[in-house]
């Protein structure tokens, strides 16, 4: 193995966990500073003093295999929360969740545009900039209220179905806007690509239904946890290769699987060995990596030189974010803290940001605007650090006055949970 790939990995592990400890100290969540720690060995600071590090971003093989371990690690990190999510609980918040979706995407959206429109953006880029004013980053949002302690709450409950409604639609959208890009004809782009989103939730029920009583006797039979990990692992690849089939990215399969799985093994001897096992593999070395690869793609000389657009677009996608957000959390009865927290968590854009910009640049939609990029990917950068304090600040104070309850609603083990029994 390459000497240089095991310094990399070294150095990237030691600065997130070193970061994630320093600002946990200051009461903040510890994906802040591996966001930060991305920052710090990219090339806006160390990339300046030590050239030789340019390998660990810069295009090439290296790059590549980080790259890939940060999306193992994204993946692994849905699935790990999918095993802590009931659902149950995403079902009961699933009305106020699409509600909070919907305006949650149309008044951030309508502010792109105009935007966009203000600084000579038209056509197909004008249309996914209002995309990524509304996007949502799930898996950053559920990795944040894991680093709280707050999966399993009503609020946590609310945030995770709006934040999957919210990414589910607009990977919709940008399909379309890709296929019309492309050449192909956008009403046939967008029946295919619905009909794949439909197959896909079709798969997953019918594999609760028929499989799941059958994977409950065998992990009940096994004696080993690294046994039932493997099954853990396997049901997870299985679902997100079938996701990415249809068109979705291939964590909310991985995601999927989790919650799947959560009902099957929950009261089983061997499942504490399982979550033991993900949470050290994820949380202790995949997904720091992914958290600090973000911060690698930060160019600040580009947004310097257009920095009145990023200030409009960064007001956009957080207050157009929140502000439609707490409305429609208001209106469904919320207390106003309680509101402002769903929005300040909604505003985080992360992942699926960078996921969206990535494939806009590739496939030629920022052509002769390539400074587009580097300003979606501090927007989203900005955003998801700014979501955890305020998300923080908004719900502590819910939670003394006695708004915001942190009670988890009791589930039954196993299959008393989705109405299978052993």
């Given at each position: 193995?390459?000497?240089?790939?095991?310094?990399?990995?070294?150095?990237?592990?030691?600065?997130?966990?070193?970061?994630?400890?320093?600002?946990?100290?200051?009461?903040?969540?510890?994906?802040?500073?591996?966001?930060?720690?991305?920052?710090?060995?990219?090339?806006?600071?160390?990339?300046?003093?030590?050239?030789?590090?340019?390998?660990?971003?810069?295009?090439?093989?290296?790059?590549?295999?980080?790259?890939?371990?940060?999306?193992?690690?994204?993946?692994?990190?849905?699935?790990?929360?999918?095993?802590?999510?009931?659902?149950?609980?995403i079902k009961a918040s699933s009305w106020l969740g699409?509600?909070?979706?919907?305006?949650?995407?149309?008044?951030?959206?309508?502010?792109?545009?105009?935007?966009?429109?203000?600084?000579?953006?038209?056509?197909?880029?004008l249309a996914f900039m209002a995309v990524a004013m509304a996007v949502t980053a799930l898996p950053v949002t559920i990795r944040i209220l894991k680093d709280m302690d707050v999966i399993g709450t009503r609020t946590s409950g609310t945030i995770v179905s709006a934040a999957l409604i919210t990414d589910i639609l607009l990977l919709l959208v940008l399909a379309i806007i890709i296929g019309a890009w492309e050449g192909s004809a956008t009403w046939s782009t967008a029946v295919y690509i619905a009909v794949g989103f439909a197959l896909f939730f079709v798969f997953a029920l019918l594999v609760g239904?028929?499989?799941?009583?059958?994977?409950?006797?065998?992990?009940?039979?096994?004696?080993?946890?690294?046994?039932?990990?493997?099954?853990?692992?396997?049901?997870?690849?299985?679902?997100?290769?079938?996701?990415?089939?249809?068109?979705?990215?291939?964590?909310?399969g991985a995601f999927i699987a989790g919650l799947l799985l959560r009902e099957t093994g929950r009261g089983l001897k061997v499942w504490t060995r399982v979550e033991g096992i993900l949470s050290g593999v994820t949380l202790g070395f995949l997904a720091p990596i992914f958290f600090v690869l973000i911060g690698f793609s930060v160019k600040f000389e580009l947004v310097a030189?257009?920095?009145?657009?990023?200030?409009?677009?960064?007001?956009?996608?957080?207050?157009?974010?929140?502000?439609?957000?707490?409305?429609?959390?208001?209106?469904?009865?919320?207390?106003?803290?309680?509101?402002?927290?769903?929005?300040?968590?909604?505003?985080?854009?992360?992942?699926?940001?960078?996921?969206f910009a990535q494939i806009a640049l590739e496939v030629g939609l920022f052509a002769g605007r390539e400074y587009l990029f580097s300003l979606l990917v501090l927007m989203a950068f900005i955003s998801t650090i700014l979501a955890p304090v305020f998300f923080k600040l908004y719900y502590n104070?819910?939670?003394?006055?006695?708004?915001?309850?942190?009670?988890?609603?009791?589930?039954?083990?196993?299959?008393?949970?989705?109405?299978?029994?052993?």
């Open positions: 193995m390459d000497l240089m790939l095991l310094v990399y990995v070294l150095l990237i592990i030691a600065f997130a966990k070193a970061l994630g400890e320093a600002v946990s100290r200051i009461n903040q969540p510890p994906i802040v500073g591996e966001l930060l720690a991305g920052i710090v060995l990219g090339p806006f600071i160390l990339g300046r003093l030590f050239v030789g590090l340019h390998d660990m971003w810069e295009p090439g093989s290296r790059s590549t295999f980080m790259g890939q371990l940060a999306d193992l690690g994204m993946l692994f990190l849905m699935l790990y929360v999918g095993l802590e999510f009931s659902p149950k609980l699409t509600s909070i979706a919907a305006v949650g995407i149309a008044v951030p959206a309508v502010l792109g545009v105009v935007v966009g429109l203000a600084f000579d953006l038209d056509g197909l880029t239904r028929l499989i799941v009583p059958h994977l409950y006797r065998l992990l009940r039979w096994m004696r080993t946890g690294e046994a039932a990990f493997a099954v853990a692992v396997g049901m997870a690849m299985l679902f997100a290769i079938a996701a990415e089939r249809v068109g979705l990215p291939g964590v909310i030189e257009h920095l009145l657009l990023f200030v409009a677009i960064l007001l956009v996608a957080l207050v157009g974010k929140v502000g439609g957000t707490f409305l429609v959390a208001k209106l469904g009865g919320l207390s106003t803290n309680e509101s402002m927290a769903i929005g300040s968590m909604m505003m985080g854009k992360g992942a699926m940001e960078l996921v104070r819910g939670v003394v006055a006695g708004e915001i309850s942190t009670q988890r609603p009791v589930m039954h083990e196993a299959y008393g949970d989705i109405g299978l029994s052993p």
